[in-house]
């Protein structure tokens, strides 16, 4: 009787509310709902899938999680996270992931149970059902995010945070092996929009992680355990996840659990997963229940001309689950819709190297001026790219993870980790809570930096903290002779060659250094290859090694030697400064992996303020307009000065001495460009005179 009374005034709530505006903004309510009036059965287009399948072999293996930890900078930085920014205190900055225990003991079963939400607005719109699941989103993101930040900064009252969580979740498990969100009632008989594989997917995500660190075997069974279930209820012989009436946005995020089983898949070597990743990859290419959130569904995906339309963060997470059913068949329909899909991507690139998508690409190619990027959509593209070089070992991939990283990543957060933007455009000349766009401004609450932008959604927060633990994963790669250097800067990486314990450690300071010692600490001489990357920027790599054979193949260099126990040898990069058009007409600079920026001056306006009062939401206000004055000429030259040594990414003195002409005064001027994820405001293209 109490909830019943509950839920009848929870939706005279709704009611009362549909005059509020909603805090999501126009642009997001103005493209949530685009539900097909018809939903449209494409199973004719999918009958290849009953072909036998012919699986890709893929060109490197993934170590397992935590084989790599962070050195340098990278180490700096994700201590300070954890110990005084947002990964350690967003528990404490947004309460309902501590007062939601929504996989235990508040598991919904109806709108009766619907959660706090911090500042979200309702107005009682229909894809307000969504909020059921929303919060575990935000709790699972953090949790994996938290719990890698804490073994890997070797952070032990985190770690004993850590072991608490998944003692919880572990605790949850009926006795059939469910874990998940919903009550019996709803469990697996969805008829709608619901969260049921997405909030498994961030559950498991986190404790595979955690299993990975510790080998707590009872984690992995759990996990295993769980999934049976899943694959029980919904599988080709059952019901469709997809087959809905209508959905927003949780039940095709849910196609992420093949992320799931590409890591099951990994540590176990059991195929029944990655066909499972397969199926569900079919079963969300059958039906197409609402367009903003499905653009890489195969029906889709043939459309070779189409631009992308839908929600940035599924387009670019479901590339890795499309690439997955690609190497798993081998199928040559699935060849094709892989090669559109890439061709479809690069008109969403950015200079910073983001895919845009502030919520929706919505048939629009980047413009640094105009298009901005949600946090979750880089980090999401991102290990997308990771995938992709893990499955072909294309360099090209390598150079789009690592720029996207040290650029439009980086560039999102603020120099002590207290805040970031949730969304932002690479010319950035002011934060002021709306968009703007060709003189007109729309209210959208992104446009700030905040530790939890509760407003629109605590995703992308929680997504900041898996930032650079999972850039780690994708540093180095297993080949079938030996070991992958695939991405650079200051980490280690701890393994077994033949069953000999291998260490290598990049000593650098690397975006901000072109130079990298690779030391090598080896239980015994041994003999095998290290493939190192040659990305695409660089003109050279000047290689410093002894007796060793050393051959450029395919992008990579490949050093042949026996190894002592004790070696070292040096990289230098040659990176010229080169001149890249944008898709807006202006010109861009860029040197190696980093782009660079006119840092706007500004003043900040503080918002909002948490308990701890170095937390807050705040606006940036530029102090003039002379930004807008400034181009590039034909003639304008830049030189690379590099002024002293830092351990940290923010207070190293690197950067583009050179001249811009300021029309205002019709005279060229004296000016430092830096790199762009140092900058708050700040203009990366420039017109060209």
Request: hydrophobic fraction near 35%.
């Amino acid at each position: 009787m109490r909830k019943t009374t509950l839920f009848i005034c929870l939706l005279m709530v709704f009611s009362c509310q549909d005059t509020k505006e909603n805090s999501q903004g126009e642009n997001f309510t103005n493209n949530v709902n685009k539900v097909a009036t018809t939903i449209v059965d494409d199973s004719e287009k999918l009958l290849f899938f009953n072909h036998p399948i012919q699986p890709i072999q893929p060109e490197f293996i993934k170590f397992s999680i935590g084989s790599v930890k962070p050195k340098g900078w990278i180490l700096e930085m994700m201590q300070n996270d954890l110990e005084k920014g947002v990964v350690g205190a967003l528990d404490e900055l947004y309460p309902g992931i501590k007062s939601d225990n929504l996989y235990h003991t508040a598991r919904r079963g109806g709108m009766e149970d619907i959660p706090e939400m911090g500042d979200l607005v309702l107005t009682g719109a229909e894809w307000e059902k969504s909020i059921m699941w929303w919060n575990a989103e935000t709790i699972g993101n953090w949790w994996d995010g938290f719990i890698r930040h804490a073994f890997l900064t070797e952070n032990e009252e985190a770690i004993q945070q850590s072991h608490k969580i998944i003692d919880n979740l572990l605790t949850s498990q009926d006795k059939d092996g469910y874990i998940g969100i919903y009550k019996p009632n709803l469990r697996f008989q969805h008829k709608g929009s619901n969260g049921e594989l997405w909030a498994q997917t961030t559950a498991f995500r986190t404790m595979l992680a955690y299993y990975e660190f510790t080998n707590e075997k009872k984690v992995l069974d759990a996990v295993k355990k769980a999934m049976q279930v899943t694959m029980k209820h919904y599988d080709a012989n059952s019901k469709n996840p997809f087959d809905l009436k209508n959905e927003f946005g949780g039940v095709t995020h849910g196609l992420m659990l093949t992320d799931v089983c590409e890591t099951l898949y990994r540590i176990t070597g059991d195929t029944v997963y990655q066909n499972y990743a397969t199926y569900l990859y079919k079963a969300f290419s059958t039906y197409s229940i609402n367009r903003s959130f499905n653009d890489l569904r195969y029906p889709f995906l043939i459309e070779k001309d189409s631009l992308f339309e839908g929600h940035a963060v599924h387009t670019y997470e479901h590339i890795r689950s499309m690439a997955n059913a690609y190497f798993n068949t081998g199928y040559p329909e699935l060849k094709t819709a892989y090669t559109n899909m890439l061709a479809k991507l690069e008109p969403c690139i950015l200079p910073s190297g983001a895919g845009h998508g502030n919520e929706w690409i919505a048939k629009l190619e980047a413009n640094p001026d105009d298009t901005g990027s949600e946090y979750c959509t880089m980090l999401e593209l991102r290990n997308s790219y990771g995938s992709l070089l893990q499955k072909t070992g294309e360099v090209t991939f390598a150079d789009s993870a690592e720029k996207l990283t040290y650029n439009a990543m980086l560039g999102a957060r603020n120099s002590d980790g207290t805040a970031i933007t949730y969304g932002k455009t690479d010319n950035c000349y002011v934060l002021d809570g709306k968009h703007h766009q060709e003189g007109k401004s729309i209210d959208d609450p992104r446009y700030k930096y905040s530790p939890t932008h509760s407003e629109p959604a605590v995703c992308c927060v929680p997504n900041y903290t898996k930032n650079l633990p999972t850039f780690l994963d994708l540093m180095y790669m297993k080949k079938e002779d030996g070991i992958a250097i695939v991405l650079f800067g200051p980490s280690e990486l701890k393994t077994y060659v033949d069953q000999t314990k291998i260490q290598i450690e990049q000593e650098t300071n690397y975006p901000i250094s072109d130079e990298i010692t690779i030391k090598l600490t080896i239980e015994k001489p041994i003999s095998f290859t290290i493939y190192l990357r040659k990305p695409k920027w660089s003109n050279n790599m000047d290689i410093s090694i002894k007796n060793a054979s050393v051959q450029l193949e395919n992008g990579y260099y490949k050093i042949k030697k026996e190894w002592n126990t004790n070696e070292s040898f040096s990289i230098t990069f040659q990176n010229d400064i080169n001149k890249i058009t944008a898709n807006n007409g202006e010109v861009y600079l860029q040197r190696g992996p980093l782009v660079y920026a006119y840092s706007i001056p500004h003043r900040e306006e503080v918002i909002k303020t948490y308990s701890d009062s170095k937390f807050r939401d705040y606006y940036c206000f530029p102090d003039n307009r002379d930004f807008v004055n400034l181009k590039l000429t034909k003639d304008s030259k830049f030189t690379l000065i590099s002024n002293g040594s830092s351990n940290s990414f923010y207070t190293n003195h690197w950067y583009l001495e050179g001249e811009l002409f300021d029309s205002s005064s019709s005279k060229n001027i004296r000016v430092n460009l830096i790199p762009m994820g140092k900058t708050i405001l700040r203009r990366v293209t420039f017109p060209l005179k």
